[in-house]
C-alpha cells in the first residue's frame, strides 16, 4: 500500500466529517491508499459515524491512552501504507492535495519528507490587532526543499507526509509532548524532526504548494492569553532542542534568532505607534524573546 492517511480525533465529531468528506472527494478507484480514524477517547458520535460509513478503506482504532502523541503512535503502528501523512481532524484538505502528494510519492525518494501551506478558516473575525499571517503556515513560496533553519521546526503536524520506515529509524512521536485532551501540549513535531535531522543522513523535507489544508481557528486562540501562551511555549521548546546539543553550530542558532527578534522587537514597537497591526508583531517579538532568555538563563 503506497499511503495511510491518518487523522487523529478527540470529541470532533462535526469536524471529523468535514474533513473525512473531502478526503474521499478526492480519492479515485485506482487509489492504493488507506484511511485511518485514531479515536482518542471521544464521548460523542464518533464512533457512530464512522463505523456508520461503512468503507472497507477507513479504519476505525481507539487509543485508550489520552494525549495527541499516543494517538499518532497508534497510528503509525496500525498503518499498513508505506507512507503515512497526518491531518487535523478540524481541517480540510484543499483540491489537488491528494494527487499533489502522490504525484511526489511516485517518485519514492525514501529520504524525502513532505509537507504543505496550512490556511486559517476563523470561527470569528480576527481582531484587527492580531496579524492574520500567524495563522498561515507557509514553509516555502514554491515546491522545493525546505532550508536548514525552516527544516528544524520541520512542518505542522496537521499536514505532514512521512514514510513508516523513517519512524522505525527515530522512534516515535514523544508522548510526553503535544495536546493531551483539551490541555495545551506543544512541541512533539519539531522534536521529532529534531531526531530525524539528526539521525538519519541527507533526509530533506519538501514543500509541496498544492498539498494545502484549511485548519479551524476557534474564537478562543484569538484571545491575547492563549497566543502569549503559545507563542513564550514554542520558543522555549524551540531554544530547549538546540540547547541539548551543546555545539557551536547550536549556540549560533539560538543566539542568532535572539538578535533577530530583538531587532525586530524594536522595529514593530516603534511602528505600532502608527499601524495597529505592528502591535501583534512587537507583542510576538516580545514572547519569543521571554521565552528564549528563560532557558538560556536557567
Known amino acids: 500500500m503506497v499511503l495511510s492517511i491518518i487523522i487523529c480525533t478527540y470529541n470532533r465529531v462535526s469536524f471529523l466529517k468535514l474533513c473525512l468528506n473531502s478526503i474521499l472527494n478526492q480519492i479515485k478507484k485506482d487509489h492504493n491508499i488507506e484511511i485511518i480514524v485514531i479515536d482518542n477517547n471521544s464521548t460523542d458520535e464518533t464512533k457512530k459515524y464512522v463505523e ?4 472497507k478503506y477507513i479504519k476505525y482504532h481507539i487509543e485508550k491512552k489520552q494525549g495527541l502523541s499516543f494517538a499518532r503512535n497508534r497510528g503509525i503502528e496500525v498503518a499498513l501504507g508505506r507512507y503515512l501523512a497526518f491531518v487535523d481532524d ?22 524525502h519528507i513532505y509537507g504543505g501551506p496550512i ?3 476563523f470561527e470569528i473575525e480576527c481582531p484587527k490587532w492580531i496579524d492574520q499571517k500567524y495563522f498561515i503556515r507557509k514553509f516555502k513560496s514554491k515546491d522545493g526543499y525546505l532550508d536548514q533553519l525552516t527544516a528544524q521546526d520541520g512542518f505542522s ?3 505532514m507526509c512521512i514514510s513508516k520506515e523513517t519512524f522505525t529509524h527515530v522512534g516515535h512521536f514523544n508522548t510526553n509532548l503535544g495536546m493531551k485532551g483539551d490541555k495545551m501540549g506543544l512541541g512533539e513535531e519539531s522534536e521529532l524532526f529534531f531526531r530525524i535531522l539528526n539521525k538519519i543522513k541527507n533526509i530533506r523535507l519538501y514543500n ?12 478562543f486562540k484569538l484571545k491575547r492569553t492563549y497566543l502569549k501562551e503559545r507563542i513564550t511555549l514554542s520558543s522555549i521548546q524551540f531554544t530547549t532542542r538546540l540547547l ?6 547550536s549556540k549560533l542558532l539560538i543566539y542568532g534568532k535572539l538578535l533577530k527578534q530583538i531587532i525586530n522587537f524594536k522595529i514593530n514597537l516603534l511602528l ?3 499601524i495597529t497591526k505592528r502591535k501583534f508583531k512587537y507583542l510576538k517579538n516580545y514572547w519569543i524573546i521571554t521565552g528564549i532568555l528563560k532557558t538560556t538563563l536557567k
Open 244 to 249: 541539548t546539543n551543546q555545539d557551536k553550530k
Open 119 to 121: 490556511y486559517p478558516k
Open 157 to 159: 503536524g496537521g499536514n
Open 52 to 55: 456508520g460509513l461503512d468503507i
Open 208 to 219: 509541496i504548494e498544492n498539498m494545502s489544508i484549511t485548519h479551524f481557528e476557534a474564537k
Open 272 to 274: 505600532s505607534m502608527f
Open 90 to 111: 478540524d481541517a480540510i484538505i484543499n483540491s489537488n492535495w491528494l494527487d499533489s502528494l502522490l504525484d511526489e510519492l511516485k517518485k519514492d525518494l525514501k529520504n
